[in-house]
């Protein structure tokens, strides 16, 4: 069955959809790895804290308190997702505002995996969530319209009609998240990044978050004939995580195409037909899955135009992820300057202004502006170049033409434009 795939999301302009409840906002707040507090005794005083502050521009961070208290038990506090790309940044009255607060300390664990056999080829990742690896991430990822809210919002519905076990005959959803469009524009970052921050949503309901990627390309190699049995040993592992009611289970699948490609030569008699078993045992083992709960299945695919696959054409949420646009990447460049300048590798330090400001000024000329539109210049001619090359490019610009630290400004500017034209 071929499925075209379209933007199921509502269209990027329909920004106000995500505003609708616009005086909730969501607080996190990350505890530090020594605190033993009970959570609603740090609420209370965030609560208090956000109160007499009484006013906020935009989502904001704030890493330094005076309270000794607070300072003891808090790394940070963050308004987050506020400010939405195309929409006019605006004063929050904290002193009325519903504040929904949640609390969150980070796993370090790293990864573990989970091997196929002796050769250790791993078949899945597990990450405990949320987990100091993922952490920025979601912050990191730059799109030019809302996607990120959008679909953290159809994931918390998801979530939450599931938890209040809403009869799905009645009302239709589904638990499949995919995520399609062309290699390095952060999709699979995307969906790490989302079961982070829906473990940090949901911390009061859920202790904690599992994530499992499944690496499709080692259980289609040449383990056919072993891989049907594999595949129902990691799922009886899954099965063992979902049990526990206090955790939120990410199943994460990577380039679902793979699974395709297996059933395709399968029926080209190229396979044999152990292929179509492992796809068949998989998509099973995904259906029954899907019924439990507190489980959600993220899936992503480097095939734009159409895609033939039996469990994608029931995913409601299907996001195209494109190249970034010039005013995603200059965004991505200043993040990295920014970096840069933090680390000491550029010096002296300049203040460059955000896009915003840059499109305010209409991008004339000034003291204030000339060296944030020379970074402009540079995000221009990048246009078509991938998210993955361009969080790559400050690097290779050192590398290439730059030696030693620090280097100004100008120089870093320079050197990057030069990389830039090597990559085309
Ligand atoms: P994909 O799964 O689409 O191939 P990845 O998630 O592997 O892409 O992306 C690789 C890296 O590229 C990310 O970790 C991120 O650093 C960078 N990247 C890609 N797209 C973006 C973006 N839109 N904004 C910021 N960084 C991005």
Redesign the pocket.
């Known amino acids: 069955q071929i499925l075209a795939l379209q933007n199921a999301l509502p269209p990027s302009t329909d920004v106000k959809m995500e505003l609708k409840d616009a005086n909730v906002y969501h607080i996190e707040v990350l505890q530090s790895p020594c605190s033993t507090l009970r959570q609603n005794q740090l609420k209370e005083k965030v609560i208090e804290l956000l109160r007499a502050k009484k006013t906020a521009f935009g989502d904001f961070v704030l890493e330094e308190f005076q309270d000794p208290f607070i300072q003891q038990n808090i790394k940070y506090i963050a308004l987050c997702d506020v400010e939405l790309p195309g929409v006019e940044k605006k004063v929050i009255d904290l002193t009325t505002a519903n504040l929904q607060i949640h609390v969150f300390q980070l796993h370090t664990d790293g990864a573990g995996t989970e091997e196929l056999d002796e050769e250790n080829m791993s078949a899945a990742s597990h990450w405990i969530l949320p987990a100091s690896d993922f952490h920025g991430l979601w912050e990191?990822?730059?799109?030019d319209d809302a996607i990120k809210i959008r679909l953290l919002n159809y994931a918390t519905t998801t979530l939450m009609f599931s938890d209040k076990l809403v009869d799905s005959n009645i009302i239709t959803w589904n638990k499949v998240v995919l995520l399609h469009?062309p290699?390095?524009?952060?999709?699979?970052?995307?969906c790490k990044a989302l079961a982070q921050k829906l473990c940090i949503r949901f911390s009061d309901r859920y202790s904690h978050g599992q994530l499992v990627e499944i690496n499709s390309h080692s259980l289609f190699s040449k383990w056919f004939s072993e891989s049907g049995k594999l595949v129902m040993k990691m799922f009886q592992k899954i099965q063992e995580l979902m049990e526990d009611p206090e955790a939120l289970v990410c199943v994460l699948i990577d380039e679902v195409e793979s699974l395709t490609a297996a059933r395709k030569s399968s029926m080209n008699g190229v396979e044999p037909s152990d292929a179509i078993r492992v796809v068949n045992a998989l998509l099973t083992q995904l259906d029954q899955i899907k019924r439990y709960p507190n489980v959600l299945i993220l899936t992503?695919s480097?095939i734009t135009g159409a895609i033939d696959l039996a469990f994608v054409d029931r995913a409601d949420i299907k996001q195209f992820?494109g190249p970034?646009s010039v005013r995603?990447i200059y965004t991505?460049y200043l993040s990295c300057i920014k970096e840069l300048m933090k680390c000491g590798v550029i010096s002296p330090t300049h203040q460059l202004i955000d896009i915003r400001a840059l499109e305010v000024t209409r991008f004339m000329e000034n003291g204030a502006t000339i060296q944030s539109l020379k970074l402009y210049n540079v995000a221009s001619k990048s246009h078509g170049l991938?998210?993955?090359t361009?969080?790559k490019l400050p690097f290779l610009a050192h590398a290439l033409y730059l030696q030693g630290s620090p280097v100004t400004l100008e120089n870093y500017v320079e050197a990057m434009s030069m990389t830039v034209d090597r990559q085309f």
């Open positions: 990191s990822l730059v799109y469009g290699p390095g524009t952060g999709k699979t970052s995307l992503t480097n992820i970034p995603a991505i991938s998210g993955r361009l969080r």
